[in-house]
């Protein structure tokens, strides 16, 4: 079930909120948190009903070690028990989506022969994951409270940011469900719910799709790509990629604000970042504030000298990429940003500052280089984008086939770079106005002429 879904929004989420305050307005709270993570249950099992049982045994495993946790047993310490608890984590999250690309290996280096497991990738299981280990961690630490299961439950599941996050901490959220004044309907929330949601929606279907279109099309459909197409195909990618996960987190957002609760802000115009520490600190900052107190700190963070300061950033960095897919491409994206934010805390002790244009130049594309082994299916995709954008492939003006309408991209394009650099009021309205415009054709196409694939001079997505 997809956010800009008809059955998510007409019928879904107006049933789910009216039940939900009907019962905490008959002073139900208790069956209204029930209500709701059954709700988010529903929704979860939505995309692939197989999935149900695995995230239940998850939480209810997590939950009865983290109650552990809060006791002194004398059978085991509580050190080992938390050792338990995050071992078999990573081992779930490692046998569902890692069991191939070990096999794989492993056939390629040794003369073995084993057979891939195939195995589906459960829905969210990394967020989930790192948000049940980070619950346990601070279980360890005596920083979380008794809480109920249904109440834990609800904290890992809450539908709106359970998919893609952002990634949240348990005295984040639960806190305000806990509030009083949070039990009743909320116009203003309402409002702004709406409006942010609406943003969100937009930059999904319309920018990010459009984008995606291009991207695509570079990536996994064309052999050879001159400089121009190679340079579009790599910027195509690097927008669709923001658009997509801020506006996925927008919607998030706004949904949560219907329920009276305000989930942490995932993105901070990253791409106007000077450096690559700055980047990230923008860039699905609940993700960077895991890595940080999670992995980073434990590991001994700056506390321990230079050297080992730069390999804990580099092995933060290296998890990182591992953590975003099951591939080589990604350990090697982990692996350059993690050599960048090395480069840039070295650069740091040398107090030079960097004039700010050249700075974000050389962040950008730093960034959008190391987005095409993101994408990558293969390394020879990714070779075949850079050297296109290298111009060893030669200097031609872009084939039709990368970019389906010229007029169209030149327009879309101009809107996004207008987006990113004007404080002008006049050009944000006239943006936001071409925006709604935009996507009541989007929303005519779809849901009233239910076509998924509509391309025409001024309008293209899927």
């Known amino acids: 079930m997809l956010f800009n879904s008809l ?6 989420l107006p049933f789910v909120f009216i039940v939900y305050m009907l019962l905490n307005k008959n002073k139900l709270v208790n069956l209204a948190i029930i209500w709701l993570t059954l709700s988010s249950l529903f929704f979860y099992s939505w995309w692939n ?3 149900l049982p695995l995230i239940l045994i998850s939480m209810i495993i997590n939950f009865l070690i983290g109650k552990q ?9 509580r050190k080992s028990v938390l050792t338990i608890g ?4 990573v081992a779930l999250l490692g046998y569902y989506k890692y069991s191939d690309f070990f096999i794989e290996n492993i056939n390629n280096f040794f003369p073995t022969n084993m057979s891939l497991l195939n195995l589906a ?11 049940q280990i980070a619950y346990l961690v601070d279980a360890y630490k005596g920083e979380t409270n008794d809480y109920n299961f249904w109440s834990y439950a609800l904290f890992v599941s809450f539908f709106p940011q359970l998919i893609a996050g952002p990634i949240v901490q348990h005295n984040e959220i639960l806190p305000q469900f806990a509030n009083i004044r949070n039990k009743f309907i909320n116009y203003e929330n309402i409002t702004l719910g709406t409006f942010i949601f609406s943003i969100g929606l937009f930059k999904k279907v319309v920018i990010a799709d459009t984008f995606g279109v291009w991207a695509t099309n570079g990536f996994d459909n064309t052999e050879i790509l001159t400089f121009f197409e190679a340079w579009i195909v790599s910027l195509s990618y690097t927008f669709q990629l923001y658009f997509d996960f801020s506006g996925y987190t927008d919607m998030a957002i706004g949904i949560s604000l219907f329920f009276n609760i305000k989930l942490p802000i995932n993105f901070n115009s990253p791409y106007k970042a000077l450096n690559i520490q700055d980047f990230w600190k923008r860039w699905h900052i609940t993700l960077g504030r895991f890595l940080t107190n999670y992995i980073y700190i434990p590991l001994g963070g700056s506390r321990k000298g230079k050297l080992r300061t730069y390999i804990n950033v580099l092995l933060v960095f290296l998890i990182s990429g591992f953590w975003h897919g099951a591939g080589w491409t990604f350990i090697f994206w982990g692996f350059l940003h993690g050599m960048a934010m090395v480069v840039n805390r070295y650069w740091q002790t040398f107090n030079i500052k960097m004039n700010s244009i050249l700075a974000w130049l050389i962040t950008f594309n730093f960034v959008n280089v190391t987005w095409v082994f993101f994408r990558a299916e293969t390394w020879g995709d990714a070779l075949k984008v850079l050297n296109g954008m290298l111009g060893l492939n030669g200097v031609a003006l872009p084939d039709v086939g990368i970019v389906e309408n010229k007029l169209y991209f030149l ?3 101009g809107i996004v770079f207008k987006a990113f650099f004007t404080d002008d009021m006049s050009v944000i309205k006239s943006i936001i106005r071409h925006c709604y ?3 009541g054709l989007y929303f005519y196409e779809k849901f009233i002429r239910n076509e998924k694939r509509v391309k025409n001079k001024f309008y293209i997505i899927s």
Do not use: C
Request: a neutral charge; glycine letters at 2%; zero cysteines.
């Open 437 to 439: 415009f935009r996507f």
């Open 49 to 51: 009903i197989l999935y």
């Open 121 to 131: 990738l459960p829905l969210a299981i990394s967020f989930f994951t790192f948000q």
């Open 86 to 89: 995050i071992t078999l984590n």
């Open 69 to 77: 946790l809060g006791k002194d047993s004398t059978f085991i310490s």
């Open 7 to 12: 059955e998510f929004l007409f019928i879904f």
């Open 411 to 413: 327009v879309n394009y």
